[in-house]
């Protein structure tokens, strides 16, 4: 097995979608197909909503919800629960771990 020496890289282009760059070194042509089968390709986030059959206009976030926590928090009146947050966090943990072990 021959060691790849290119070197690669992927960037951003200015309308959100990505490109491989990919620096060759001389190769052969077996090289070529093993770059070939290295090859990454990414998806934007505009993509992944048509994928799904999103339209972006659906809102994950509850504003007024949002709004009503910045004015309690603004006010005083919005009280920290490190209990709550703790076992909120060992849950998601125990659910990560389950997930990973299936």
């Known amino acids: 097995m021959k060691i790849d020496s ?3 890289k992927t960037i951003a282009t200015a309308s959100g979608e990505s490109k491989t760059v990919r620096n060759k070194s001389t190769g ?3 090289n ?3 770059d070939s089968a290295a090859r990454v390709n990414l998806t934007s986030s505009s993509q992944l909503q ?3 059959g999103g339209t972006g206009e659906a809102q994950p976030v509850d504003t007024a919800k949002v709004e009503a926590i910045k004015q309690a928090i603004s ?3 919005f009280k920290i629960n490190p209990e709550k947050i703790a076992d909120g966090l060992l849950n998601s943990v125990k ?3 389950t997930s990973h072990k299936a």
């Open 28 to 30: 052969t042509q077996e």
């Open 32 to 34: 070529t197909k093993a």
């Open 6 to 8: 290119s070197i690669s």
């Open 50 to 52: 048509a994928l799904s």
């Open 75 to 77: 006010e005083g009146r």
């Open 95 to 97: 659910e990560l771990l």
